[in-house]
């Protein structure tokens, strides 16, 4: 093993990425025990760890950039262990001496794209907001109820923008004032932060709250659990406070005040995939059943790995920009475990989440018997439906 760094300047970057329980390991190995690396390949977060605690990390290796931060180690730590803060203080180091080993080279294009325009696809900032050609949706304008933050990949994705659609749809049947921010609106800056590039996320996370706070934002809906959690757990730290709700919570809301009623039949077995940043890190498991439990004729099965122990698609920490092998890849894991509970559905909320599913469904041949859809797509289903049922 090599000494890249100096032993002081790893410790202190984990202390001041508040990683410091490292140093309460005691080397049990359970970390690696759940991690779903260990389902495709082998791979020791456990092994991080201590290298961290000597102050003698190897930079250079790829195991460093497999954590997809999906948060089951730390919760299953018996010593409070932070392992994301630990790894992400070693990507730190990495990116400030540039070290990209072979399949992480791509986040410096990602880095350069969200520099230029803001978002990690390569697009233009100005056809941010082209996918709402069509869709007659207003600027954002101070006294609105809710500011519709789009984010990345509902704004450029094709598959996604489906999605962004029937929220719009949604919201407009529902008689939300709501507003986008169009071309002024930048990623949220969650993904590559987990890189180990900060001053990228500091530079979009300011960029954002000028924003929010130059057009009287005070409540903000979101669509993608990463936007959720850097917004309510992330830009505190810029001494700001937005409301922000997911779009899960949002639709159980409308339901609730009677301002959108799902009459309209779908008549499907459908599992639910909790995203990381949605279930474990946020604690949001019900909301999202209790939207679909609304929908008549639906019925809702639960995959083996659910709620707490729900299975990480792959994409998280930065891992939707990077290769990863057949064979190695969670979101085959997870079509398999929705097929084996008898679903001809599977439903999430995340575009990490459904950009891996449908990728998987095509590399696996499962286009005939599995569909993938966001929440908003299958309630704007069954709202579309009870429209053309009298
Ligand atoms: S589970 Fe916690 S204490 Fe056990 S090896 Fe992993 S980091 Fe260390
Ligand atoms: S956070 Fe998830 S992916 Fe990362 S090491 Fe822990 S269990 Fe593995």
Same mark, same amino acid.
């Given at each position: ?9 790893? %410790? ?6 508040? !990683? ?5 390991? /005691? ?44 948060? &089951? ?77 789009? !984010?990345?990949? /509902? ?12 929220? #719009?749809? %949604? ?7 709501? @507003? ?110 209790? #939207? ?8 809702? #099965? ?13 994409? @998280?920490? @930065? ?15 997870? &079509? ?5 509970? @008898? ?26 018997? &599995? ?6 797509? %299958? ?12």
């Amino acid at each position: 093993m090599e000494t890249v760094s100096p032993i002081t300047e790893i %410790i202190d970057e984990i202390k001041k990425s508040g !990683g410091e329980a490292f140093k309460y390991c /005691y080397q049990c190995g359970k970390c690696d025990t759940v991690c779903p690396w260990n389902l495709v390949t082998d791979f020791s977060i456990r092994k991080i760890v201590r290298q961290a605690t000597l102050g003698l990390p190897e930079i250079e290796i790829e195991d460093l950039w497999r954590c997809t931060t999906c948060g &089951l180690c730390p919760s299953q730590c018996p010593r409070g262990v932070e392992q994301i803060e630990v790894g992400v203080a070693i990507r730190r180091i990495a990116s400030n001496y540039g070290v990209f080993p072979g399949s992480v080279r791509a986040i410096r294009t990602v880095r350069g794209s969200l520099t230029t325009d803001g978002n990690p696809l390569g697009e233009d900032r100005n056809k941010r907001d082209a996918w709402t050609k069509d869709l007659s949706i207003k600027p954002f304008a101070e006294g609105m109820e809710i500011l519709y933050f789009v !984010g990345c990949y /509902y704004s450029y994705d094709p598959r996604m923008r489906k999605a962004a659609a029937a929220t #719009v749809g %949604i919201l407009k049947k529902a008689g939300v004032k709501f @507003g986008i921010l169009g071309n002024k609106e930048s990623c949220c800056g969650e993904s590559i932060r987990k890189t180990g590039n900060e001053d990228v996320f500091k530079a979009l996370a300011k960029d954002n709250i000028k924003t929010f706070i130059d057009n009287g934002v005070k409540r903000i809906l979101v669509s993608s659990p990463h936007c959720y959690h850097t917004f309510k757990n992330e830009y505190s730290e810029f001494m700001v406070h937005f409301d922000v709700v997911h779009i899960s919570q949002f639709l159980l809301e409308l339901i609730e005040q009677g301002r959108i009623e799902l009459t309209g039949e779908v008549k499907k077995k459908i599992t639910y995939h909790d995203p990381c940043y949605l279930g474990r890190h946020n604690g949001i498991f019900d909301q999202p059943r209790d #939207v679909l439990k609304n929908i008549p004729g639906l019925e809702l #099965v639960e995959m083996r790995n659910n709620r707490q122990n729900s299975l990480c698609c792959g994409g @998280g920490g @930065g891992r939707i920009w990077m290769d990863t092998p057949k064979g190695q890849r969670f979101a085959d894991l997870r &079509l398999a475990q929705a097929k084996e509970a @008898g679903a001809e559905m599977l439903v999430t909320a995340c575009p990490y989440c459904i950009s891996n599913f449908e990728e998987s469904r095509l590399a696996l041949g499962d286009e005939e018997t &599995l569909e993938i859809k966001d929440i908003t797509e %299958i309630v704007w289903a069954s709202l579309k439906e009870s429209e053309e049922t009298p």
